[in-house]
């Protein structure tokens, strides 16, 4: 049933939008994926090629490149080449001097290039997300968040009520009211995708690269179908991770930042009025 429009005199309802528990994951995951993704895109920088199976070197044919010609940059993509000078492969550092490594440093920690650090940043770091999203699934699931906030209804995952909802965010119609106390389905799928499949698949084709881990858990390498088919599944992860992550903070600031912010800090969200 809908909720009747609220009066224009009537002050807003404001509601618990977010638990405590998914306050404190938010923003340690922020953190702990954007040190992640940087000092990933160093470690890749040391051979910025990606290929699938068990073994890969530089003669190899890799389905993923990027690179620089003595002119320019290039990303390629099987056998699609696309110029990326001054963004990829080649670009000017800080002083002003052209370099020919595959990310530019201001997408990588540290800045300056280094694998040893880099891989320190990344492993230190990978604990807090493989802990963190392992207490929180639990967290969600013991306090009935994911059940109750998250799972899509079998209503919900219908084609036309998904195709209603990618219409409205196109247009950028967000829900008022009563209606904007909820996770939309889209919301919802990405969550769900996020939280239950593309963070845990990060973790494990990171402990996949690991030498250490092969050694306990030989049986990854074969689910993964070896070390660099892992790297390349490892890398594709932390892109969707990148692109969700873009899509979410343009949701926000066209949501109304401030209040969303609020919500995310406080748990407090004020409902727009229908």
């Known amino acids: 049933m809908e ?5 224009p005199g009537e002050p807003r309802r404001t509601i618990l939008r977010h638990r405590l528990s998914t306050r404190i994951w938010h923003w340690l995951n ?13 470690i890749f920088n040391a051979h910025p090629r990606l290929y699938w199976g068990k073994a890969g070197a ?6 993923l490149m990027i690179g620089a010609t003595p002119t320019q940059g290039r990303l390629v993509i099987g056998s699609v080449v696309i110029p990326t000078t001054g963004v990829l492969g080649r670009w000017e550092d800080k002083q002003g001097r052209t370099q020919t490594r595959a990310f530019p440093y201001w997408a990588t920690i540290p800045s300056r290039y280094s694998l040893s650090m880099a891989r320190r940043w990344h492993l230190a770091f990978a604990w807090v997300l493989a802990i963190g999203i392992l207490a929180y699934i639990v967290a969600i699931l013991a306090n009935g968040h994911a059940r109750r906030d998250l799972a899509p209804t079998r209503d919900e995952l219908r084609p036309r009520h998904l195709w209603r909802d990618i ?25 769900v995708g996020v939280i239950f ?35 390349s599944i490892h890398f594709l992860c932390a892109a969707f991770i990148a692109l969700f992550i873009l899509v979410h903070l343009i949701m926000v600031v066209l949501a109304g930042p401030i209040n969303e912010l609020r919500s995310m800090i406080t748990g407090r969200f004020r409902l727009p009025r229908a």
Do not use: C
């Not at 845990?200 to 088919?229: E, H, I, K, Y």
């Open 3 to 7: 909720a009747a429009p609220q009066p």
């Open 30 to 42: 922020a953190l702990t994926i954007f040190v992640m993704l940087m000092s990933g895109l160093m």
């Open 58 to 63: 530089n003669y190899d044919r890799a389905w």
């Open 167 to 191: 219409r409205d965010h196109a247009r950028l119609r967000f829900p008022k009211g009563e209606a904007a106390a909820r996770y939309n389905p889209l919301q919802k799928i990405a969550y």
């Open 197 to 231: 499949a593309l963070i845990p698949l990060l973790v494990l084709t990171g402990l996949t690269m690991a030498p250490g881990m092969n050694a306990a858990w030989p049986w990854l390498l074969d689910v993964f179908g070896g070390r660099q088919s892992a790297r």
